[in-house]
C-alpha cells in the first residue's frame, strides 16, 4: 500500500493518498434497501473517478476518516475488479486545479495497474482472515464442548470479538421465570451485565431477531430510523449483524456484533461465518440441556431409590427427608451462600442411598448388631460415593453425602477425617443425622427425651461434631419450635438460643488429617 501511494503522489501531483478499503461486490452495494449508503461505497457505485474543489463539498459532510484533509482538491478513485469494489483511493492536492487531458490519461493508464496492486492486497487481506476465522473454528470447537454452558457462552463473545475484529460482541439467552431476553455474555460492552440493557438498541434488536427468528443487518441509519436514540450517548453503532442461536425445534437467544474495527461493513463470508458460529452454538445447548436433563433423570432415580430404601421400613420413612431439611436449616444459619444450602439439603437425601447396597437381615435387625454386622453396615457412605461419584455435577453431593459419619476428632468412618479435612456438608448432615436419629422411633429402641438429645448434641461439639455447626443447629431450632421434624415439643426459643451461644469452641480446631 505505502508504494501504491508513493507512485500516486508522484503521477498525479498529490500531498497525500490513502486507500479506504471496502471489500464488497458491486451488486452488494446496490442491493434494494441500501438507500443511505456509507460515503465511500457511494463514490465506489460512481464507478469513475470524482473530483471534488474547494466550495463544492461542505468539512460537514466529508466523513470521519477524512475530516481532517484540509486540501482544496481531492480526487476520489473507485478501484473496482470483477465487480468487487476493493475501496477508493483518495488524494489530497493544496493546489485548487483540474487535471489537464494529459493527466487524465495517465490516471486512466495508472487506474489498472493500482487496481491490480490493491487486489492482490485485499486478496493478502482476505487469506489472513481466512486463516484467522479457520483458526477461531477450531478453538471454538474445543470450546463448545465445555459443559458449563455460561463458561461455553463467555468463550465464545470473547473468541467472536477477536476473530471477527469487532468492537462489541454480546449474547442474549432467555433467563427468569419470564423468559425474557437477557446478556448472557458479552466481550467490549461495559454495560453488558449490569441489566440496564432491555431498552438500549442491542436489547430492541434481540427482541426482535427473537420474534422471527432471522438475521438482521443493520446500518447506523436503519438502527436510528427503526429503534430511535440510543439511551448510551457513548455507544456510536455503525453496523450490527444479529443472528439467532436456534435449531429446528428450539430458540436459545441472539449473537450480536457491532461494528469491525476498521470501518468497513461485514462481507458474506463474515455473515456466513457467524450463521456457523451460531447453528453450532445452538446445538451445543441443546446437547447441554440433553445432557441435563439426563442428568436430572438419573438423580430423580437414585433420589427414589433413596426415598423407596426409607419407605421399607416405617421407622426411618422420612428419616432422609428430615436430615435434608435439618442440613438445610443449619448451612442457612450460618450463612452460607443459598445454592450451597440447596446442595447440601439434596446431600441430605442422598446420604444413605449406598444402604442399597447393605442386606437387608441387617438393615432390619431388630437387636443389637454384632461387630461383624456393624463393619458391613460402616460400608454404606463408601457404597453411596461409589454410586453418585460417576455423576460429575454431583462431586459436592457426593464428598458430603459419604462424610456424615466422619467426627470433628478423627474417630469416625470410613476415612477417619479429622477437623476441617471433613467436607463442610459432611459436618452438617453428621449432626443432622444423629439428631433425627436420636429423635425418633427405632425398631431397637423409642426416641429418646428431647433434652437428652439436645443436651447431647452440646456436649459433643468439639469431638463428634463441629462446634461451629452444633451452634448453628441450636440457632436453626430456635426458628424452627414449637416442635421438630418429628413432632417432638422442643424447649421455649431462649432457652435454645442460650444452649447456642454456650457452645464451646476449641481455642483452635483440629488438624486436618485423614487418609482420603
Same mark, same amino acid.
Given at each position: 500500500?505505502?508504494?501504491?501511494?508513493?507512485?500516486?503522489?508522484?503521477?498525479?501531483?498529490?500531498?497525500?493518498?490513502?486507500?479506504?478499503?471496502?471489500?464488497?461486490?458491486?451488486?452488494?452495494?446496490?442491493?434494494?434497501?441500501?438507500?443511505?449508503?456509507?460515503?465511500?461505497?457511494?463514490?465506489?457505485?460512481?464507478?469513475?473517478?470524482?473530483?471534488?474543489?474547494?466550495?463544492?463539498?461542505?468539512?460537514?459532510?466529508?466523513?470521519?476518516?477524512?475530516?481532517?484533509?484540509?486540501?482544496?482538491?481531492?480526487?476520489?478513485?473507485?478501484?473496482?475488479?470483477?465487480?468487487?469494489?476493493?475501496?477508493?483511493?483518495?488524494?489530497?492536492?493544496?493546489?485548487?486545479?483540474?487535471?489537464?487531458?494529459?493527466?487524465?490519461?495517465?490516471?486512466?493508464?495508472?487506474?489498472?495497474?493500482?487496481?491490480?496492486?490493491?487486489?492482490?492486497?485485499?486478496?493478502?487481506?482476505?487469506?489472513?482472515?481466512?486463516?484467522?476465522?479457520?483458526?477461531?473454528?477450531?478453538?471454538?470447537?474445543?470450546?463448545?464442548?465445555?459443559?458449563?454452558?455460561?463458561?461455553?457462552?463467555?468463550?465464545?463473545?470473547?473468541?467472536?470479538?477477536?476473530?471477527?475484529?469487532?468492537?462489541?460482541?454480546?449474547?442474549?439467552?432467555?433467563?427468569?421465570?419470564?423468559?425474557?431476553?437477557?446478556?448472557?455474555?458479552?466481550?467490549?460492552?461495559?454495560?453488558?451485565?449490569?441489566?440496564?440493557?432491555?431498552?438500549?438498541?442491542?436489547?430492541?434488536?434481540?427482541?426482535?431477531?427473537?420474534?422471527?427468528?432471522?438475521?438482521?443487518?443493520? !446500518?447506523?441509519?436503519?438502527?436510528?430510523?427503526?429503534?430511535?436514540?440510543?439511551?448510551?450517548?457513548?455507544?456510536?453503532?455503525?453496523?450490527?449483524?444479529?443472528?439467532?442461536?436456534?435449531?429446528?425445534?428450539?430458540?436459545?437467544?441472539?449473537?450480536?456484533?457491532?461494528?469491525?474495527?476498521?470501518?468497513?461493513?461485514?462481507?458474506?463470508?463474515?455473515?456466513?461465518?457467524?450463521?456457523?458460529?451460531?447453528?453450532?452454538?445452538?446445538?451445543?445447548?441443546?446437547?447441554?440441556?440433553?445432557?441435563?436433563?439426563?442428568?436430572?433423570?438419573?438423580?430423580?432415580?437414585?433420589?427414589?431409590?433413596?426415598?423407596?430404601?426409607?419407605?421399607?421400613?416405617?421407622?426411618?420413612? !422420612?428419616?432422609?427427608?428430615?436430615?435434608?431439611?435439618?442440613?438445610?436449616?443449619?448451612?442457612?444459619?450460618?450463612?452460607?451462600?443459598?445454592?450451597?444450602?440447596?446442595?447440601?439439603?439434596?446431600?441430605?437425601?442422598?446420604?444413605?442411598?449406598?444402604?442399597?447396597?447393605?442386606?437387608?437381615?441387617?438393615?432390619?435387625?431388630?437387636?443389637?448388631?454384632?461387630?461383624?454386622?456393624?463393619?458391613?453396615?460402616?460400608?454404606?457412605?463408601?457404597?453411596?460415593?461409589?454410586?453418585?461419584?460417576?455423576?460429575?455435577?454431583?462431586?459436592?453431593?457426593?464428598?458430603?453425602?459419604?462424610?456424615?459419619?466422619?467426627?470433628?476428632?478423627?474417630?469416625?468412618?470410613?476415612?477417619?477425617?479429622?477437623?476441617?479435612?471433613?467436607?463442610?456438608?459432611?459436618?452438617?448432615?453428621?449432626?443432622?443425622?444423629?439428631?433425627?436419629?436420636?429423635?425418633?422411633?427405632?425398631?431397637?429402641?423409642?426416641?429418646?427425651?428431647?433434652?437428652?438429645?439436645?443436651?447431647?448434641?452440646?456436649?459433643?461439639?468439639?469431638?463428634?461434631?463441629?462446634?461451629?455447626?452444633?451452634?448453628?443447629?441450636?440457632?436453626?431450632?430456635?426458628?424452627?419450635?414449637?416442635?421438630?421434624? !418429628?413432632?417432638?415439643?422442643?424447649?421455649?426459643?431462649?432457652?435454645?438460643?442460650?444452649?447456642?451461644?454456650?457452645?464451646?469452641?476449641?481455642?483452635?480446631?483440629?488438624?486436618?488429617?485423614?487418609?482420603?
Amino acid at each position: 500500500l505505502e508504494h501504491i501511494y508513493s507512485l500516486a503522489r508522484k503521477l498525479l501531483s498529490a500531498e497525500r493518498a490513502h486507500l479506504f478499503t471496502i471489500g464488497r461486490t458491486m451488486a452488494e452495494l446496490s442491493a434494494p434497501g441500501r438507500n443511505q449508503l456509507p460515503f465511500f461505497e457511494y463514490l465506489a457505485l460512481q464507478r469513475s473517478p470524482v473530483l471534488v474543489q474547494e466550495g463544492e463539498l461542505s468539512l460537514d459532510a466529508l466523513p470521519s476518516e477524512i475530516a481532517d484533509w484540509r486540501f482544496p482538491t481531492l480526487l476520489f478513485v473507485p478501484l473496482i475488479a470483477r465487480e468487487k469494489a476493493l475501496g477508493v483511493l483518495t488524494l489530497g492536492s493544496r493546489e485548487t486545479r483540474d487535471y489537464t487531458p494529459e493527466e487524465e490519461a495517465l490516471l486512466a493508464a495508472f487506474i489498472p495497474l493500482v487496481t491490480g496492486l490493491a487486489e492482490a492486497e485485499t486478496l493478502r487481506r482476505d487469506l489472513d482472515r481466512q486463516q484467522t476465522h479457520t483458526a477461531f473454528l477450531a478453538e471454538f470447537d474445543a470450546a463448545i464442548l465445555k459443559p458449563e454452558i455460561a463458561e461455553v457462552l463467555g468463550t465464545t463473545a470473547n473468541l467472536v470479538k477477536r476473530a471477527m475484529q469487532v468492537e462489541r460482541a454480546l449474547i442474549f439467552t432467555r433467563k427468569g421465570p419470564k423468559r425474557e431476553l437477557e446478556v448472557a455474555a458479552a466481550a467490549g460492552c461495559p454495560y453488558a451485565m449490569s441489566g440496564k440493557l432491555a431498552d438500549h438498541a442491542c436489547g430492541r434488536i434481540a427482541r426482535e431477531v427473537a420474534e422471527g427468528p432471522r438475521l438482521q443487518t443493520l !446500518n447506523a441509519e436503519a438502527i436510528q430510523r427503526r429503534l430511535g436514540g440510543d439511551p448510551h450517548d457513548r455507544c456510536i453503532e455503525r453496523q450490527v449483524v444479529a443472528v439467532p442461536i436456534a435449531t429446528p425445534q428450539q430458540f436459545y437467544g441472539v449473537l450480536q456484533v457491532y461494528n469491525k474495527t476498521d470501518g468497513t461493513d461485514f462481507t458474506a463470508s463474515e455473515v456466513q461465518l457467524l450463521q456457523e458460529i451460531t447453528a453450532k452454538l445452538a446445538l451445543a445447548m441443546a446437547n447441554v440441556e440433553l445432557y441435563r436433563d439426563l442428568q436430572q433423570a438419573a438423580l430423580e432415580t437414585i433420589k427414589s431409590l433413596a426415598r423407596a430404601l426409607d419407605s421399607k421400613d416405617k421407622y426411618t420413612a !422420612n428419616h432422609s427427608e428430615n436430615v435434608s431439611q435439618y442440613g438445610f436449616l443449619i448451612a442457612c444459619k450460618m450463612g452460607l451462600p443459598f445454592e450451597t444450602c440447596e446442595r447440601i439439603k439434596l446431600a441430605g437425601i442422598l446420604h444413605d442411598v449406598g444402604k442399597i447396597g447393605i442386606p437387608d437381615a441387617i438393615l432390619n435387625k431388630p437387636g443389637r448388631l454384632t461387630d461383624e454386622e456393624f463393619a458391613i453396615i460402616k460400608q454404606h457412605p463408601g457404597k453411596g460415593y461409589r454410586i453418585l461419584e460417576p455423576y460429575k455435577g454431583l462431586r459436592d453431593v457426593a464428598d458430603a453425602a459419604c462424610s456424615h459419619h466422619e467426627r470433628w476428632d478423627g474417630g469416625g468412618y470410613p476415612r477417619r477425617l479429622k477437623g476441617e479435612a471433613i467436607p463442610l456438608g459432611g459436618r452438617i448432615l453428621a449432626l443432622a443425622d444423629a439428631f433425627d436419629t436420636l429423635t425418633s422411633d427405632r425398631k431397637y429402641r423409642p426416641r429418646v427425651d428431647m433434652d437428652w438429645a439436645l443436651k447431647e448434641m452440646h456436649r459433643c461439639a468439639g469431638n463428634h461434631f463441629d462446634p461451629t455447626v452444633v451452634e448453628a443447629f441450636f440457632l436453626a431450632m430456635a426458628d424452627l419450635g414449637p416442635v421438630d421434624l !418429628n413432632k417432638n415439643a422442643l424447649p421455649p426459643r431462649e432457652l435454645l438460643l442460650e444452649m447456642a451461644a454456650t457452645v464451646q469452641s476449641p481455642a483452635s480446631s483440629p488438624p486436618a488429617t485423614g487418609d482420603a
